[in-house]
Nanobody, 114 residues
Framework: EQLVESGGGTVQAGGSLRLSCQASGRTFSRFDTGWYRQAPGKERELVAAISWSGDNTYYPGSVKGRFTIARDNAKSTVYLQMNSLKPEDTAIYYC????????WGQGTQVTVST
């Protein structure tokens, strides 16, 4: 299974971005999926997770109420809608299974300016 992230960019604080994670394999709809991020000098962290069916989601307190994860299994795609972005959201964003597997893609850079 290969996952390719896209949709990052540079936005001002308070702005929005929508990230996409496109899976190329056939097993995408069978596993829970997460969005993760890694800021310079920091550990990679989970920012959102969604069950394989899309029925259940999880967000840590730092993004709850601002980020929304969704999936379209027919398109083998998981999305991350990010609203009310803050400078501390600046990071490279990755998707992976949840819990995360060993393989990480290139990620997509999100930069939030003041």
């Amino acid at each position: 299974e290969q996952l390719v992230e896209s949709g990052g960019g540079t936005v001002q604080a308070g702005g929005s971005l929508r990230l996409s994670c496109q899976a190329s394999g056939r097993t995408f709809s069978r596993f829970d999926t997460g969005w993760y991020r890694q800021a310079p000098g920091k550990e990679r962290e989970l920012v959102a997770a969604i069950s394989w069916s899309g029925d259940n989601t999880y967000y840590p307190g730092s993004v709850k109420g601002r980020f929304t994860i969704a999936r379209d299994n027919a398109k083998s795609t998981v999305y991350l809608q990010m609203n009310s972005l803050k400078p501390e959201d600046t990071a490279i964003y990755y998707c992976n299974s949840y819990p995360a597997g060993d393989y990480w893609g290139q990620g997509t850079q999100v930069t939030v300016s003041t």
